[in-house]
Structures are given as C-alpha cells and as structure tokens.
C-alpha cells in the first residue's frame, strides 16, 4: 500500500526555518510521501495547478509559520486550500507550526483560513524536537493506509470512465494536454494520471482532449459524465477554499458572497470546494429573483419550497419533517445545503430574519459584478470570495462550459 502523502507549506529562508523544514523531511521520509515545492517560481499556470492537485490528495499537512511565510506570496494560497481540507476529510490532518518569533495572534491576523482555535498548534525549541513532534502527530495516518482523499474518489470516478479507452488515445489525449503521464506516480493506471491532467489543464483544452481523442469511444452518457466531473476545474481552489469553513461554522455565521450573476457560478464553485460528482454534490437551491422583488415572508416560502422539492418531500410533510431534515443532515451526514441568492447582495437584516426559519442552511450570495469593499457590512454578516473573480471569468467560463456540452452526442 502507499504510503500517506504530506505537503509541506513553507518558505523557508530564514536559518531557523531551513533547519526544520530539513529535519522534519528527514524525520518523515520513512513512513510518509512528503512532497516539498521548491520550485515555486518555475513559470507557468500547469505548475500551479499540479500543486493544487496535490494539496488536494495530500492525507496531512504542515504549515511552517516563520516570519517570512507571514510575508510569502505563495504562502497563503496554500493555507487557503490546506485550511478546508479539515472541513472535507475528517481524517486529513493539518498541522501549523509556529516558528521563531511568530505568535499564534500574527497568524489569526495573517491567515483567517487556519481556525486556529480548532486545530493543534506545534512548536518546539530545536528542529529536531518540532520534527519529532511532527511524526508523532501524523502516526495516526499510518494504519489508514493512505485510504483515498476526497479529491481521489472524484478522480477515480473519471478514470473509470476511460477504462475502455485504449492506451494510444489516453496517450493522444496527454498530447493534446501538452502533458506527460509518466511523471506522477508509478503505481497509479495511466486513466487515473490522465484524470489528474485533465483537472489540471484549462477546461476547453480537457474539452478539446474529450472531443478530440475520447469521446470515440465513449458513448453519449459517458462524454456527459466525463465533461460534468470536470467542469468546476474552472474554479480557483483558494476562492473555493473558504465555503466549507463557512458551512460548517457558527450557524448565525453561513453566509458567504461572490461577485457573479449566474447560478452556474454559485454551483460550479460548490461543487469545486467539496470535491464531490454532480449527483452528490452539496446541493444548492437557487432562489428565482432578487430579494428586493419580494418580502421577506415571500423568500421564507419560496426557500421553503424548493427545500421540500429537493428533498422529495409530499405534500402532506409538514415543515417539522423539513426541519428534522435539515437537522438530520447536519448531525449524521454532516452535509452543507445552500440558498443562493441572485444579485444584489440582501443586507444583514434580511438574512437574520431568514435565518429563524432556516438556521442550517449557508446563504450563498451573488453580488454582482464587484464584492463589496471591506468594512461595508462584509465581515458583519457574509464572508467574501476574495479576491473574487477576474473581470469576465464567469461569462468565459459560462461560454466554455456551454461549448463543452454541444459536443455531447445527440
């Protein structure tokens, strides 16, 4: 079996931080995959994204918080994806550890992605004694056998897909890519290490790849399934990374925004922060018009309605059953629903009121084509995207995705 892979997040410059990243490598290697980027600055959006993929396979992670990793440019993009994965895979086991002078208030400060009140904070005086402490806490990983991440169950449904595929179009579909698919992994089939590239290349080359060099021997429902369990790899995963955090924190706290318009955009980027297939993903129900079209008791109905039909529910379940539902699912199967709002943003005084009737749900609010600025009621009562989306990534992306689906075989 595998060992479990751990991602070390680091930028370590300073002399304290370079002897520990090296003594908890050397006290790690043998027992665990440990991955260490030191080629951040290699050039090139492919390289980005092979890093994504594996924060997102990785079973731990330790963060080393020196001084300089306060002030790292590539440092926060990987607390923000390494700080959900918690959120995801209860067995994921993320370690931060506080090096040199930095305080866990610089880091609460620095980072509000690592909810530093939940997880355990290492230190120790010497590199040896973090490194040791840093094996003992991932111990726990041995026995799993580096049982699969969520992230791999998505990849293994698309590599099922492509297991009649023959080698020489999975290989043409690597050149279409612009990818190798000897470089991962030895023991993974060349359909999981094309999966891998095909989340990792921009959508409408994966499309061109399907289009080009599988869909021949795929048949309609399989180009479907193949093209819908790519399509949220659009998404930036440090935008992404903030929704599980928010839905399954403080209930009077789930509300979060991002400047779109459609609710393809508050789907796609659900469906990218909980690593699941359409069918299984956390659900979002999407409210017809704007908040100010209706009055608040309008909004309680119409939420109330798609719920119900959501659910399955008949007509003669009353709203306890919906209740013990929503209950059900937080408490035993631990998973998020959100009501998305199209733009404008509501304020605060609309979503407390909704929330009476509704206290699990996450409010996933589209605010247009801009977020508000910080301190306009933001981290009063919504958490942002930040930095949000480029000008007219959601229409690209809305347009590729659209493409994508004409190709499927009518």
């Not at 955009?265 to 999407?286: G, L, Y």
């Not at 937080?330 to 509501?346: D, N, R, T």
């Not at 929330?355 to 605010?367: A, I, N, S």
Request: with cysteine; aromatic share 8%; hydrophobic share 45%.
């Amino acid at each position: 079996m595998p060992f479990p892979r751990i991602f070390i997040s680091h930028s370590a410059k300073e002399e304290h931080a370079e002897a520990t990243l090296k003594a908890i490598e050397e006290e790690l290697q043998a027992d665990f995959d440990v991955f260490i980027d030191r080629f951040r600055l290699q050039p090139g959006q492919r390289w980005r994204n092979e890093l994504f993929t594996r924060m997102y396979r990785s079973h731990g992670a330790v963060i080393l918080l020196s001084k300089d990793a306060l002030e790292s440019t590539f440092v926060p993009t990987e607390v923000s994806i390494l700080g959900s994965r918690p959120y995801l895979d209860e067995d994921f086991k993320l370690l931060p550890v506080l090096l040199g002078e930095v305080t866990r208030e610089e880091v609460e400060q620095k980072f509000s992605a690592l909810k530093l009140t939940e997880i355990q904070l290492l230190g120790g005086k010497s590199p040896k004694e973090v490194a040791q402490a840093v094996r003992q806490a991932f111990l726990q990983l041995i026995p799993k056998q580096a049982a699969q991440t969520p992230f791999e169950k998505l990849e293994h449904l698309i590599a099922n897909l492509l297991k009649n595929v023959p080698e020489a179009a999975l290989r043409g579909a690597a050149v279409t890519l612009g990818a190798d698919l000897d470089v991962w992994e030895p023991d993974a089939d060349l359909q999981t290490r094309l999966a891998r590239e095909l989340w990792q290349a921009d959508f409408i080359s994966s499309i061109q790849a399907v289009n080009d060099d599988l869909s021949g021997y795929l048949d309609e429902r399989q180009v479907e399934s193949l093209i819908e369990l790519i399509a949220p790899s659009w998404v930036d995963p440090c935008l992404a990374g903030g929704i599980p955090s928010v839905a399954r924190g403080e209930r009077d706290r789930r509300a979060l925004g991002i400047n779109g318009t459609m609710a393809f955009t508050a789907n796609m980027f659900v469906r990218r922060a909980c690593c699941r297939a359409p069918k299984i993903s956390w659900p979002v129900v999407t409210l017809s018009a704007a908040w100010d079209e209706h009055t608040v008791e309008s909004l309680r109905a119409e939420i109330n309605a798609a719920l119900r039909s959501r659910f399955y529910m008949d007509a003669d379940d009353g709203d306890a059953i919906l209740r013990a539902i929503l209950e059900e699912r937080e408490g035993k199967l631990k998973e998020p629903i959100f009501v998305m709002f199209p733009p404008p943003a509501p304020p605060a005084e609309v979503l407390k009121e909704l929330r009476k009737g509704f206290p699990t749900v996450t409010f996933f609010l589209l605010t247009g084509e801009s977020l508000p600025e910080p301190g306009e009621g933001e981290a009063a009562y919504f958490q942002s995207l930040v930095p949000g989306l480029a000008p007219g990534a959601e229409m690209r992306a809305y347009l590729e995705y659209k493409t994508a689906r004409s190709i499927v075989p009518q």
